[in-house]
């Protein structure tokens, strides 16, 4: 059994103050244990990088009714998909009556921002511009990380470090990251006034649009676009796939400004002032990369551990980060309070994401591979989609085409019709 050291200067020691570390930490001080969260950016949110929208489900969970006071941006009620050729686009564009408050388009570096503050006033204390550079292992244990030749000690270990868990991955502790496992991620930011954002997506009173959509703008490679309306800015961004970008070897920066200059996309955010841009990995493993979650004396959070779902229509890691947190601050706070940090009694955090994250991962299972190994959803299927609409919209003073023509030519387009049916049939299956 791991025991408690009571000459540790904390009980816990968060390794990476994103939304899993800060999550983790609210908990763990609001259950009165000592924690630490080291973060190697200048401030809490400093690196931090997202598309971003927001579920808000595990942020209520976290803070009961003080999420209200979180800045979010504007309160999604229109999700548009699109699918886009290289000049045209046919959307599907749907606006709800009463969002209820489950989405929400945000800027990732204030939010992580003010939860910082959030874990401090609850007793939390936070090093910004520390980079964690390796674990203290004793007899097997986890007991503490180096900051160069500085050791911290602790009972327990969080890691929270993000998508690419270094420290974690040089103690052993997981695998090394893999190529197949990541896409790539560019967003751009926009800065237009509230009032231009209402007028260009038809809305008012601080509500926004969910754009998502895949075809040209990728260049025939697996991916997606996004676009999400912020107060007074746009972010408008890219996903690709790493395998696929890097077989055809596409310039990434090269397509992600043909997006920006896209005749259906790029409208949106015309004579909008770029004010930041950037890229990232984005997790796209599957719930069987998963790495071990638990051990003695330490515990993994957020994206270190793979929590991540995109797709297609919706991208979810933070509210996954801000609910495996918050297990992991209470699972370890609970075996703080029992004076046992071994892997057995930390094993119970598994148990929880089971009826959780990992559930949602497992029911999505096969949808990474069915998406990348299904080229026609990212050209056949987009360009059908957009000439089907032209072909149904086009008056020109020739003769009228009855609908069951139109749908006939565009089916006959159709290429291997009973294995692309199939496929489609797997593909609904899978996501
Ligand atoms: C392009 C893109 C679009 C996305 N869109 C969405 C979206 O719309 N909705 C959504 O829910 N999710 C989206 N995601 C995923 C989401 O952003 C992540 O899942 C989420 O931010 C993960 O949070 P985290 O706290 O686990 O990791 P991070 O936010 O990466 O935080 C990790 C922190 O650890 C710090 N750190 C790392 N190593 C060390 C070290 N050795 N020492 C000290 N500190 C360290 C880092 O500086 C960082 O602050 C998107 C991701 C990308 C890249």
């Not at 609850?122 to 203290?136: C, F, M, N, S």
């Not at 754009?211 to 999400?228: D, E, N, Q, S």
């Not at 940090?341 to 959780?356: D, F, I, K, M, P």
Request: aromatic share 6%; hydrophobic share 40%.
């Amino acid at each position: 059994m791991s025991t408690v050291d009571e000459e540790n200067a904390f009980e816990a020691i968060v390794i990476g103050g994103g939304l899993a570390g800060l999550s983790a930490a609210y908990r763990l001080a609001q259950a009165g244990r000592s924690v630490l969260v080291v973060e190697r950016g200048s401030s809490c949110g400093a690196k931090t990088f997202t598309g971003g929208r927001l579920y808000t489900y595990s942020l209520r969970e976290l803070l009961g009714e003080a999420w209200r006071d979180a800045p979010l941006q504007r309160e999604i009620d229109r999700e548009v998909i699109t699918m886009v050729t290289g000049s045209e686009a046919m959307n599907v564009d749907t606006t709800f009556a009463d969002p209820g408050g489950r989405s929400f388009s945000v800027l990732s570096t204030p939010l992580v921002e003010w939860l910082a503050a959030r874990c401090e006033e609850a007793g939390a204390e936070i090093i910004p511009g520390a980079t964690v550079t390796g674990l203290v292992i004793r007899d097997g244990v986890v007991c503490g990380v180096r900051l160069g030749d500085e050791e911290l000690t602790s009972a327990l270990v969080i890691d929270a470090e993000g998508i690419n868990p270094l420290v974690f991955e040089r103690a052993g502790l997981v695998r090394r990251l893999a190529r197949e496992d990541v896409a790539v991620g560019v967003k751009y930011l926009f800065r237009l006034s509230e009032q231009e954002i209402d007028r260009r997506f038809n809305t008012s009173d601080r509500r926004g649009t969910a754009m998502l959509g895949m075809g040209a703008v990728t260049k025939g490679l697996f991916g997606g676009l996004f676009l999400y309306t912020n107060i007074d800015t746009i972010s408008l961004g890219l996903v690709l796939d790493s395998d696929s970008w890097r077989e055809h070897g596409h310039s990434i920066v090269e397509t992600a400004e043909d997006l920006r200059q896209h005749p259906a996309i790029g409208r949106y955010v015309e004579g909008a002032e770029l004010i930041e841009y950037g890229a990232h990995l984005v997790y796209e493993g599957s719930v069987d990369t998963v790495p071990q979650l638990f051990g003695d004396g330490w515990l993994i959070a957020g994206d270190a551990a793979g929590f991540c779902i995109n797709r297609g229509f919706t991208i979810r890691g933070m509210d996954y980060a801000i609910a495996s947190g918050i297990a992991a601050g209470e699972t370890a706070a609970a075996a703080l309070a029992a004076g046992d940090v071994s892997a057995t009694r930390l094993s119970g955090y598994r148990t929880r994401l089971e009826s959780g994250v990992l559930a949602d991962m497992a029911k999505v299972r096969g949808a990474h591979h069915w998406m990348s190994h299904t080229p026609d959803l990212f050209t056949t299927y987009p360009a059908l989609a957009v000439g089907l609409m032209r072909d149904m919209f086009t008056v020109d003073g020739g003769p009228l085409v009855p609908v069951r023509t139109t749908l006939g030519a565009a089916g006959k387009q159709v290429p291997k019709k009973l294995s692309t049916v199939l496929n489609l049939m797997k593909g609904v299956r899978s996501l």
